[in-house]
Every structure is written in structure tokens, then in C-alpha cells.
């Protein structure tokens, strides 16, 4: 991994038990209304999206975006894709299923509400028996033209536990890849969704879940961990978390659960940060320098002590998510702090030069309101060591 320009072949799926991540950015965010999809080129960022460590990429929306369509028909990438089907009438599932499979997918995410009050908004009718007869032809039907199939339940947290259980048994049965609980409205606590999660499972052994959580009260991430220390298998975000309703749960957030709390250690996050970058340039989104895992001052310090103590200050090692420890100065420093940044790279020093660079970072910290970074220090501690620049330097200070 790691290369800007991928073999195309389809990704080994993860073993089961293992957590796994499907990100739908080009589906969630990108049919939103925070961004002009025109704006965009979607082929490169599914490939740049795709170069990150995911089990599924969720893209697009072609019975309502002919663009998406053309989008899908041209992508080859390593992750499974599928695209999103919200099926209405009985009699024309098969067409649309032909449709979806002629795009070269190689999913279909059936998008049924599970709430009464989704489904009289969305559907001809919202009798359960209608619901469970779209959900069963739309599996019989995939299977025949070779499509997986991820069964959501949209606004699940709202729909009455009987349905669910009904509905998920229809799903399990009938040979979906999952069941995607949609939290569609984002008012879920995290103790309920374990508890919806782990009632479903019992009533139902063996059922893959997907939690798909929206974020207002920034309680996705949490609801999905519940959904998942309930014995949910599958994590559904998009990049950043960008999307409605509060946002989704943040994809790389997912990534870094699945492999630093759940133990998928063969995953692959060492090009999380650069590819970030990248995703969120052409995105037109911006994020703060210490944002978690990503951030380029993530992992900084000012202290000696987590400075010295890394392994006891940090939840993992920086370089498994492609990053470093790295110093700061926003004037709480030490001259320890600096002796530390001139060990790193490896300049002999005495304590002079360190007092002299002390004085003059904070001059500069004082004169710009603003951090210095450590390789700002590191030149100015370089040319303290410098005997007569520091000589003038000091002179030039106390004439101020």
C-alpha cells in the first residue's frame, strides 16, 4: 500500500471477527448539500479514498444522479464498491438491479426505512409485509444477477424492536453480506444502541451488523463502538465525518479503532495522514493541526515529560498512522525542551547557546502571537551554536 497510483485488483476480504470499515463519502457527503459535486472530480478521490486500508467503499447514488452512474461505470479499485438503491415497486426491482449490475459494482446498499413514520414519507405503502416483500425480491433478485447485497434500516433506532427482528431474520436468511443499522436521526445514547444491537443478535445468531451513526450530539463514534461491543462486525463513516445531520462517524477514527482497540493489527494505516491530506484538499475541507491521528501536530509536545515518555503518554506508536513525535513551543518550555530538540538532530550544545535560542524564541513567540514549530527552533538553536552570531545576537537583544 502506500503507492498514489495502485495495482487495480479487488482487496482479500477481512477474516471474520475482525473489524471492518466502509467508508461513504462519495455517497453521503457528496449527495448532500454542503457541496457542489460538479466542483469535484470523484474518479480521484474514490482512488485516493481507496488507498486508504477500507473492506468497502459506498459511492454514489445512480437512479438519482445519472453523473454517479458514469462515475461508477469508469472506477476499478482494490475495495469492494456499492452503490445506494432505495427500491419502491415490486415490479421493477429486476430492471434496477440490471441496471446496477451493468456499472461494473459489485454491491447494492437496499435502503428501506425502518421506522412507520420513514416509511409513510418514502414508500407506497408502510405496511411491515411490504417492507419485508421489497427487502426479499430485491435479495432473491441480486443473487440471480450477481450483486451482494448490504440491507439498511433506515432510522432503526426509531422502529418498533419486533420489526427489526422480523426484518433482519428475512436479511440473514436470504443471504445479505449485512444489515446496515442506520442511527439516521442522531438522538441515540450509546447504552441503548448496545442494548438494541445485542437483543438483535440474540434473536437473530450470526447476522453481520453495520453501524452507520450520525453526529449531532457527537455521540457516532460511541454508538458505533457500542453497536460493536455488542457484537456489531462492520463500521460505516465518511472522511473528516462530513455529512448531515451532524456528520457521520470519521472513517479514519473507525480505522484507527478497528486497529488499535479491536486488534486488527494487519491493517495498514501507515499512509493515513498523507492520503488525508490529499482527500481533504481536493474535498475543499480544512482540519486543525492537532487533529486526532491526522493532524501534523497530533502527536506534539512542549513538556519534557511525554517527551521522554512516549510510550507512556501515547496509545500507539505515531508511525503506524504515518506520523512523529514532534515539539511545539508556545513559550512553557524548558531549556530541557530545547536540549531535546538539538539532540534530535544531533547538534553537540552547551548551555549558552540553549539560553541564547531560549531568548530569541521567545522574542519571536512575543513578536507573532504564534507557536514555533521544531524545526523553526532547531535553525535557531543551530545558529546559536555559532559563537559570534550568538555574540551579536545577545548584544542586538539587550540594546532593544
Not at 433478485?141 to 432510522?155: H, K, N, R, S
Not at 432503526?156 to 442511527?183: M, T
Not at 448496545?194 to 457516532?220: N, T, W, Y
Not at 522574542?363 to 546559536?384: F, H, N, P, W, Y
Request: hydrophobic share 40%.
Amino acid at each position: 500500500m502506500g503507492q498514489m497510483n495502485p495495482l487495480k485488483y479487488k482487496r482479500a476480504p477481512k477474516e471474520d471477527g475482525v473489524m471492518k470499515i466502509s467508508d461513504c463519502t462519495l455517497r453521503d457527503y457528496v449527495g448532500s448539500a454542503f457541496i457542489n459535486t460538479a466542483a469535484l472530480d470523484c474518479s480521484m478521490l474514490a482512488d485516493l479514498l481507496d488507498q486508504l486500508d477500507l473492506d468497502e467503499l459506498e459511492i454514489g447514488d445512480p437512479f438519482s444522479y445519472e453523473s454517479d452512474a458514469l462515475l461508477l461505470s469508469r472506477l476499478k479499485l482494490r475495495a469492494p464498491i456499492a452503490t445506494f438503491y432505495g427500491p419502491k415497486n415490486l415490479s421493477t426491482i429486476r430492471a434496477d438491479l440490471e441496471k446496477i449490475k451493468a456499472l461494473g459494482v459489485d454491491g447494492v446498499v437496499v435502503s428501506i426505512p425502518a421506522s412507520d413514520k420513514f416509511a409513510q414519507i418514502k414508500l407506497p405503502s408502510a405496511a411491515w409485509q411490504y417492507r419485508f416483500d421489497l427487502i426479499s425480491t430485491t435479495l432473491e433478485l441480486a443473487a440471480e444477477v450477481g450483486l451482494y447485497v448490504v440491507a439498511t434500516g433506515e432510522d432503526s433506532p426509531s422502529a418498533d424492536i419486533n420489526y427489526l427482528r422480523e426484518y433482519l431474520a428475512i436479511v440473514h436468511s436470504g443471504g445479505a453480506q449485512k444489515f446496515r443499522y442506520a442511527e439516521s436521526v442522531s438522538r441515540s445514547l450509546p447504552v441503548q444502541t448496545f442494548s438494541r444491537i445485542k437483543g438483535l443478535l440474540e434473536a437473530v445468531p450470526g447476522a453481520q451488523i453495520e453501524m452507520h451513526c450520525h453526529d449531532m450530539f457527537g455521540l457516532a463514534l460511541a454508538n458505533g463502538i457500542a453497536g460493536a461491543e455488542a457484537g456489531a462486525t462492520w463500521i460505516s463513516g465518511t472522511f473528516l465525518g462530513v455529512g448531515e445531520r451532524g456528520g457521520n462517524i470519521n472513517t479514519l477514527d473507525a480505522l484507527a479503532v478497528a486497529k488499535f482497540l479491536f486488534g486488527d493489527s494487519d491493517r495498514d494505516l501507515s499512509n493515513i495522514s498523507a492520503i488525508s491530506e490529499k482527500v481533504a484538499s481536493d474535498l475543499g475541507i480544512t482540519f486543525p493541526s492537532f487533529q486526532r491521528v491526522i493532524g501534523r501536530h497530533s502527536f506534539s509536545f512542549e513538556q519534557l515529560g511525554p517527551l521522554n515518555n512516549q510510550s507512556a503518554y501515547l496509545p500507539f506508536d505515531p508511525g503506524d498512522v504515518g506520523q512523529n513525535v514532534s515539539v511545539v513551543l508556545s513559550g512553557k518550555h524548558s531549556l530541557g525542551t530545547l536540549a531535546y530538540i538539538a539532540s534530535q538532530a544531533g547538534l553537540q550544545h552547551d548551555e549558552l547557546a540553549l539560553q541564547a535560542a531560549d531568548v530569541s524564541l521567545r522574542q519571536t513567540l512575543s513578536d507573532t502571537g504564534k507557536v514555533v514549530d521544531q524545526e523553526t527552533a532547531e535553525a535557531v538553536i543551530r545558529a546559536m551554536l555559532d559563537e559570534p552570531k550568538r555574540s551579536n545576537h545577545i548584544s542586538q537583544l539587550k540594546a532593544v
